[in-house]
């Protein structure tokens, strides 16, 4: 772990400062925000800068390729406990379950274009009772639909610009460095960019991280005050906000080796979001109506109990025992890289 204690070296006061002016200036206001659509602009950012990276790595892949051939030293595969902090870093990427719930509010039946002029967002007519009335019993709403897109399609950029940066990124450097470029001089132009690219991929991130955690945080709290569900208070939204920065902005001044950071969020809160709170919520989703479908119920009570009945014993079964084992698959993989993760750190 590359950890940066030493305030008199200039590379070290550089790094704490510039950390400090863009924490404070971009992340902070972008965290404030209370909503994630307030955010998409800064999101095609990341998607832009993430292509941008993609392109070069394998550009400049081949071209080496082409130039030096094959690289000798290459390993398909790498066998032993440090296997195991490959899983880390995919379950890291792709842990995008705490956006889901916050996107799926903030989806419309009929949305707003992202450019240009159009109808607004149609969320309040979803409870009038003539809207209600022209909807088929069980009809999949189209929020739902728009929602199978959204992670289809961002699962699949992500897939292809993860996969592609880590191939080439191994074929140009075999002992590559856990941040890829970190192996490209500060003479490559191109690889600079990136750099830059990154590091603005990592500050829109940063709140589209902290909303969610925020909101947890919140409901918990007016869970516990006995609070109405819907209160809003500035002062909670900012307190929390601000308690979320400052921590993580500690870390940052102090750890310096992304891979790291990766390594511990993946073995511990990335295994519980992706795998061992799935499995909980599919279980006990045989107890709760389908998602998406619209009832002409008139309370959600009837609503789970009519979904409850609909149910058959095998389909019960299927998610009992594929919630189990999604479980059990998730604790067994918490304890590996859990245990991977704390060794290489003493190490």
């Not at 390729?65 to 094959?70: D, M, P």
């Not at 500050?203 to 909303?211: A, T």
């Not at 947890?216 to 709290?221: F, H, Q, S, T």
């Not at 019960?316 to 304890?335: D, M």
Request: proline share 4%; aromatic share 10%.
């Amino acid at each position: 772990m590359n950890v940066c204690l030493k305030p008199d070296e200039f590379s070290c006061l550089y790094y704490r400062v510039v950390i400090l002016f863009f924490a404070f200036v971009v992340i902070l206001p972008l965290a404030m925000k209370t909503t994630l659509k307030a955010l998409k602009y800064s999101s095609v950012i990341s998607i832009v800068m993430l292509t941008y990276l993609t392109i070069a790595l394998v550009i400049i892949g081949i071209s080496s390729l082409i130039s030096k051939g094959f690289p000798s030293d290459i390993l398909v595969w790498r066998a032993g406990q440090h296997a195991f902090i490959i899983i880390d870093i995919v379950v890291f990427a792709f842990q995008c379950h705490i956006q889901v719930v916050p996107i799926f509010a903030e989806l419309a039946e009929m949305p707003k274009p992202f450019f240009g002029n159009g109808k607004g967002p149609l969320e309040e007519r979803l409870l009038d009772d003539e809207v209600l009335s022209q909807v088929t019993s069980r009809q999949r709403s189209e929020r739902v639909k728009r929602m199978d897109a959204v992670i289809f399609v961002s699962m699949s950029i992500c897939l292809i610009g993860y996969c592609m940066v880590g191939e080439f990124g191994y074929l140009i450097f075999p002992d590559v460095d856990s941040d890829v470029l970190k192996n490209f001089g500060n003479a490559n132009v191109f690889m600079n960019f990136a750099r830059i690219g990154m590091a603005v991929v990592a500050m829109v991130c940063y709140p589209l991280q902290s909303h969610p955690a925020r909101s947890i945080v919140d409901d918990a709290y007016k869970a516990i005050s006995k609070a109405p569900v819907h209160a809003f208070s500035w002062t909670r939204h900012i307190v929390i906000t601000l308690i979320f920065f400052v921590s993580t902005l500690a870390v940052a001044l102090i750890i310096s080796d992304l891979g790291t950071v990766f390594s511990i969020v993946g073995s511990t809160g990335g295994v519980m979001v992706v795998f061992i709170i799935p499995g909980v919520l599919l279980i006990r989703g045989i107890y709760s109506p389908p998602v998406g479908y619209v009832q002409q119920t008139i309370d959600e009570e009837e609503a789970v109990k009519l979904s409850t009945s609909t149910r058959t014993g095998s389909q019960k079964c299927v998610q009992i025992v594929g919630g189990t084992l999604i479980i059990a698959f998730g604790l067994l993989i918490f304890s590996a890289t859990s245990y991977v993760t704390a060794t290489g750190m003493i190490s």
